[in-house]
């Protein structure tokens, strides 16, 4: 860490639900930090992948600025125990001295990575969900299996903390299912979250919020068939089924 | 418990998706027991509450023979971990003898109850959801706050197993809400779930799935104003956004 090192921050935002994976339903803050080192094809947060909206429109903020802006906004809308670092990807920074800001400060952290780079920071979070890319993303190619063995070390269940890793993958189609039920083979004692995709298009005349119960209900049938999912959960992205695509939420 | 006892069985149905409360899109089966001490005005269940139906349409099955159907779709269907008991309220049952059988076949045990009846077999379950039912359900008068907490003594976190009790409650509206509060005021360390009431009856213009959807965002947005809810999760009851109100789901 450089002291006094900023971070390109795209969004805080909060209270909101968190929509997805172990801490569904929940009460949660965000910090959204630009900079992604995948090109996903469905990318919901493609502003804070592309360089030049990143250019455009971050904040550069140091750790402690990040860390007040959460106070501030939790003082007009209501605190969260979490606060869940997101992007993009995370994993780009060493946000080392914004995980020891927000201790200080009594938030419990979540990050959400695609798994891409393992830092050292990451052992101080709570709870961190990986989420391998699938073939629907095209980030496929990019998919190590022993680099995510990697993460799971940082599990540590003998501790009175909860610090855990969770696998996240996104589904929109049988490949990405077979692609996920390589992984819950290969790791079947990690929690496992089968998430259905959100399309960035869809049949406007019926609807997003029905385009995805259609397919989680695709999702779930299919799965229910595999026993290879028997211990996994399922889950729609509770947050798009409340608010849409609405940036912020 | 009489040996040889039988039960009064409206549906064993699985595998498919837990909708709600702390298994929520988990894969499992459910075992559906007639009889209710309850009238909730909004009862998605009345052919297993209703007396006439359940002379007309249960199935008294010995213990043994339940699991036996159980492992029977679990061939067809696929297995799960986990089978949830559910009613009706199967708190009306000494299911001592079930739950032996269920535990010698390998079958966690989740069990949903309103909270009226405490039964020693509970001990031997894994999980207990508790639902207090509020005031849109007509059945608020018989709602004991001390008679809840007596619950609680069942969660032992001492031990390797999880045997959790969890709350959770339907909400239909501000007074549903106000009621929810209150216990988790009461009991701010006890898992609890608030889960967006699905009613009986609709705009059919727009659908049921559009309707919970905007139930639940109202709902969110109304719970992450009230700092009591800080740490509860809120749900949409994932079973019915996938396939409605099919029975057997």
Redesign the interface.
Known sequence: MIPGEKFPVMEIFG???QGEGAM????CHFVRFGGCDYRCSWCDSMHAVTPELIKLNAQWLLPHQIVERLEYISIL?????WVTLSGGNPGMWDLTSVVEELKKAQWKIAVETQGSERRDWLEHCDLITVSPKGPSSGMHHRFNMRALGEWLTMQDKSSSRLRQVVFKVVIFNQEDLAFAREIRLTYPFVPF?LSVGTPLEFDTEK?L??YI?EG??NL?EM?????A????????Q?HV???GQEKGR
Chains 1, 2 share one sequence.
């Open positions: 209270p909101t639900i569904a339903g929940k009460r809308g209501g605190r969260s125990q979250y609807g919020r029905h119960c989680y209900k779930s799965a229910l068939k595999d026993d999912f028997s211990d996994v959960t399922i889950l729609p509770l089924l409340a608010w």
